[in-house]
């Protein structure tokens, strides 16, 4: 345990840090909180990028969650996420129960004005599938 977390106080817990996380946030970035509920079952957004970092929290339930150049893994409630933004594919940000919702709340730092995400077109799917871990 690093000095810094031994002077919190009682019920305060670091449960990610990011130091490279700094790297990826523009100058002039604003940073936008964003909660994103899914229903049982929900896909999510099609595969997407973002405009710029986002660090985050699972809030309830489970989400599976792909990053392009990882394999896809399942978040839980307590968990914490990074992904660069910019250029890299956000293949799946979905519920992965059936039977319940799920929850996640994260801070982006994107260039004001710029969309939340912007969704891959088919072809650029295709002209990078030799970056994705998996194929589907």
Known sequence: MSAE?????????????RSEAAAWI???AEARTIRVTLA???????PH???GPVFGYVTEGEILFELEGQEPRVLKAGDAL???GGDVIHY????NL????SQLVVTMFAPPGTPILTVVSGQELAERRHL????P
């Open 40 to 46: 049982p079952g929900d896909p999510g957004a099609p």
């Open 49 to 51: 990028r973002h405009p």
């Open 98 to 101: 059936p039977d319940a919702q």
């Open 132 to 135: 994705r871990v998996t194929q």
């Open 26 to 28: 523009s100058a002039g």
């Open 82 to 84: 990074f992904e660069p």
């Open 92 to 95: 799946q940000g979905a519920n």
């Open 5 to 17: 977390h031994v002077q919190l106080p009682p019920g305060v817990e670091v449960i990610s840090t």
